[in-house]
């Protein structure tokens, strides 16, 4: 799949901006080329050879804030997609198969979690555990789950009624040998285009929770709480603001361009979509031989 | 039972069996032919191959030609050709159609929409998935009239009622609200050729239309088409993977293979005189494992001396 | 025919409803019937007539509420599903699907699908690839096809699969639910000369159809499933050449055929009207 994914054009830019996000998360604390936190007399500047992206109101270089705060976003991220992951994809599995009441219980469980306004309960919750990312996360995790619960049992729904599982069952086969033979491989794209979803969602959250000052203690730096204080000196520098809502909208739309194209290439619409491209290519140069071979039904 | 008879003294009446040669039916314009196709080739431009290789035929009202072969022969894409209705990337890529005169290569979008329903129409396999399943099949129908006759609801209640009882359907009222869930297969076949019919086609194409239902459904099916047939002087085109199901109702057969027509001719002809191999092998297909294995024995070993 | 020897199954008197209470309603009812090895029996009967409840009770997919299923002389009517479990394992009933296409795992290689039975069973994979081989050339399938997805196969190389797939665990008894009305001419005449060799083989088949035409050439009885009952049960010749009971003369006269003349309509009509009476 991955090489699939690859051969779409979106989907090499969509690896491409976010390899470049995670490189920025792995190494941007140590590229920094001033202290994030060292203030300075030379408050809101505009770029210079100093300071490449200017100061901001207490004199702090903004570019290595950016850089520093960049390991705060993304881990929060995907944070909140592997919990999500985590909450939501046994019990989509396990509801089908563990016969009515669990799946009542877990459909009930589903609908409340979808009912709770996330960003509410996550700021609810920081007052109770302790204001911290980790926390935040967490909750916000355990609350967009059911997007993991749904979009698995959908999956898995498909496959349990499909002939190939009867078939498996008049050969004696078991419900654990059904799962990890037939339904694993089924419910892991769908899966896949939820996660990458869920990290843009992920981030848009971290970057809500830290412009409203929850998660991040003051002076460690995030990308939303840049925003926020940069949005407090508009008048000032109004370019300011620019920078960091860039990295969180092109984040956030690596993500969704991923999600897409996993769905594009997973299933018989990928291959459908495949096709057409190839009927282009051939209109539109025809001189190239193409191999028949592969042609889809 | 007629054919039950062992000694085959009924059964050798087989020709007056077919359906008779309709009476001859003044053709109503100059040209007669109420659909042509001539030489039309299809082309998969994913792998720039073609898929169709020259499909000819000429059919007059009140007429009914077949279309044998097998999935992949080409010839689902030359009824989509002929309704202008080709998947992406398929292409027609030679020849000409022309329905009552008109060539469809220089219809417009709108002239197709006009054209279709009115002139020439269509039923397939699955009829469950041709209906909404939410609304009643009754106001389905008479939307499609009101589309394209412009009646007002009450009478376009009033056709859909007549077009329902038309088709045989036992009940016309009930069916009229009922949705398709609460209907069987055949059932909703019907309903779907009384939509196609809605607008007083001159042709209609069955693609496939019996191949899901049972066999007592498929031969009131094919007994409605032949009524059809006789009553409106409907011209039709019947394709199947089925040999004997063409041969029941149409007076002229095509075989088609791997894109070519293998065999073209009267139905006897074909039946009785094949010339291409594989025509010989459908037949021979029934009379091993078919019912004619069984059937007016005498009959075959009459056959079996022609050959 | 070969049809000595003990019966491989025998049912009798089954009764099977579907639903609770209120919505409870007969699907099969007082139905009996024994096939033998090397037999083929064709079980026909049209859309809801039950003939598949009939092949999901024998395989236990379904629960019958009264009469008995005997497998090898074994009594599986009150099998617990650990039970079913084990006799599917050992594969002595397998079954053939009306589709290849959705009864082969779309993702896995037909190799994947065609060993799988022998995996369950506990069959090291090196032996089982072997075997498969030898059902594949058995069904005329070429090797090479072994690596290929359901999808890079004719719709007729499926069914073969399929049937291999059926034949690799040495059955008694295989029930095939319309194996051939998805296929074109050619690879019909196949898979029924692959059924015809497995009779003489020993194999006991039930081939289940909605049309006679379909199974006459290979079923050496015929029954006659309609409203969840035998209407007709006899031999091939006998049931299409003087059919009794009016569901299986409108079934006669409705089979499409090549040159001999089928039921008028009028006779279609009358019998029709009979049924409904």
């Known amino acids: 799949m991955v090489r699939r994914v690859l051969a779409l054009p979106t989907g090499r830019l969509a690896v491409g901006v976010l390899s470049v996000i995670a490189l920025l998360a792995i190494l941007g604390p140590t590229l920094a080329p001033h202290n994030p936190l060292g203030t300075s007399a030379l408050t809101l500047t505009g770029p210079s050879w100093k300071h490449w992206l200017g100061t901001d109101y207490l004199g702090r270089d903004v570019f290595s804030r950016l850089l520093a705060g960049s390991r705060t976003s993304v881990l929060g991220s995907v944070e909140v997609a592997l919990i999500a992951l985590a909450v939501g994809v046994v019990p989509g599995i396990l509801s089908v198969y563990l016969g009515r009441g669990f799946e009542w219980f877990t459909l009930r469980i589903a609908d409340t979690l979808l009912a709770l306004p996330f960003l509410i309960y996550a700021v609810a919750v920081t007052a109770l555990l302790g204001n911290g990312i980790p926390q935040a996360m967490f909750t916000v995790g355990v609350l967009v789950s059911p997007l993991f619960y749904r979009v698995t049992r959908a999956a898995t729904l498909a496959v349990a009624r499909s002939q190939y599982v009867e078939a498996a069952l008049i050969s004696g086969a078991s419900i654990g040998w059904i799962a990890r033979r037939h339904v694993w491989g089924k419910v892991l794209p769908p899966v896949a285009v939820a996660l990458a979803q869920t990290i843009g969602v992920g981030f848009v959250v971290v970057s809500s929770l830290s412009f409203l000052g929850i998660g991040v203690q003051p002076p460690a730096p995030t990308w939303g709480g840049l925003l926020a204080s940069d949005l407090g000196y508009l008048s000032y520098q109004p370019w300011a603001p620019i920078v960091p809502a860039l990295l969180i909208m092109a984040t956030v739309w690596g993500s969704n361009l991923l999600a897409d194209a996993i769905r594009d290439v997973s299933g018989e619409a990928g291959r459908a979509l495949l096709n057409s491209r190839r009927a282009r290519a051939r209109r539109l140069n025809p001189a190239e031989p193409i191999p028949a071979g592969g042609a889809a039904r | ?307 | 025919m070969s049809t000595d020897g003990r019966p491989v199954l025998e049912v009798a008197d089954l009764e099977v409803h579907y639903g609770l209470r209120r919505r409870r309603r007969r699907v099969l009812h007082g139905v009996s019937l024994s096939v033998s090895r090397g037999e083929t029996v064709g079980v026909i009967g049209e859309t809801g007539s039950g003939k598949s409840t009939f092949a999901r009770a024998v395989l236990g997919l379904v629960r019958a509420s009264g009469g008995r299923i005997l497998i090898d002389g074994e009594d599986v009517s009150r099998y617990s599903s650990r039970q079913w479990r084990a006799l599917r394992r050992r594969g002595v009933v397998q079954y053939v699907f009306q589709d290849p296409l959705r009864s082969l795992d779309p993702d896995l290689p037909v190799e994947e699908s065609l060993i799988e039975p022998l995996l369950v069973q506990g069959v090291g994979r090196k032996e089982a690839i072997e075997r498969g081989r030898g059902y594949l050339a058995r069904v005329r399938l070429d090797s090479e096809l072994f690596g290929r997805l359901p999808g890079e196969l004719s719709g007729g190389q499926r069914q073969r699969v399929a049937v291999a797939r059926a034949l690799i665990t040495e059955p008694a008894l295989i029930i095939l639910d319309e194996p051939v009305s998805a296929l074109d001419s050619a690879n019909r005449v196949g898979i029924l000369e692959i059924l015809k060799e497995l009779r003489d083989a020993g194999v006991a088949l039930i081939f289940i159809s909605h049309d006679l035409g379909s199974v006459a050439g290979v079923a050496d009885r015929v029954a006659v499933l309609y409203q969840g009952e035998f209407v007709e049960v006899g031999a091939t010749h006998a049931v299409i050449n003087t059919p009794q009971h009016p569901y299986a003369r409108l079934l006669v006269g409705s089979a499409p055929t090549l040159r001999s003349a089928a039921a008028s309509r009028a006779e279609r009509d009358a019998l029709r009207a009979l049924l409904h009476a």
């Open chain 2, 1 to 307: 039972m007629t054919r039950t008879l062992p000694d085959g003294t009924v059964t050798a009446a087989v020709p007056a069996a077919r359906p008779a040669d309709p009476p001859a039916l003044d053709p109503p314009a100059a040209q007669a032919a109420a659909l042509a196709v001539r030489d039309v080739r299809i082309r998969d431009d994913v792998n720039d191959r073609e898929i169709v290789h020259g499909v000819s035929f000429e059919l007059r009202p009140g007429r009914a030609v077949g279309i044998v072969g097998e999935s992949g022969s080409g010839k689902t894409l030359t009824c989509r050709a002929i309704l202008g209705i080709l998947p992406a990337h398929f292409a027609v890529s030679g020849g000409s159609i022309e329905i009552v005169g008109r060539d469809i290569a220089e219809l417009t979008t709108p002239q197709w929409t006009d054209l279709r329903g009115s002139t020439i129409s269509a039923v397939f396999q699955d009829p469950a998935s041709y209906l909404n399943p939410s609304i009643k099949v009754g106001a389905q129908i008479a939307e499609v009239i009101g589309v394209k006759t412009g009646l007002r609801r009450r009478a376009a209640r009033r056709r859909a009622l007549e077009l329902l009882t038309a088709v045989h359907l036992r009940d016309p009222e009930l069916v009229y609200d009922q949705y398709t869930f609460e209907l069987s297969g055949g059932m909703l076949q019907r309903i779907l050729i009384a939509t196609a019919i809605a607008a007083d086609p001159q042709v209609l194409i069955a693609d496939e239309a019996t191949t899901a239902l049972d066999v007592t459904v498929q031969a009131e099916i094919l007994d409605l088409l032949a009524d059809l047939r006789e009553r409106r002087g409907l011209a039709l085109v019947v394709v199947s993977h089925d040999l004997a199901v063409v041969a029941q109702v149409c007076d002229e057969v095509l075989v088609m293979r791997e894109g070519e027509v293998v065999e073209h001719g009267s139905t006897a002809d074909v039946l009785y005189h094949p010339r291409h191999e594989y025509t010989r092998l459908l037949i021979a297909e029934h009379e091993q494992y078919g019912l004619d294995r069984y059937l007016a024995g005498e009959q075959r070993k009459e056959l079996d001396s022609v050959h």
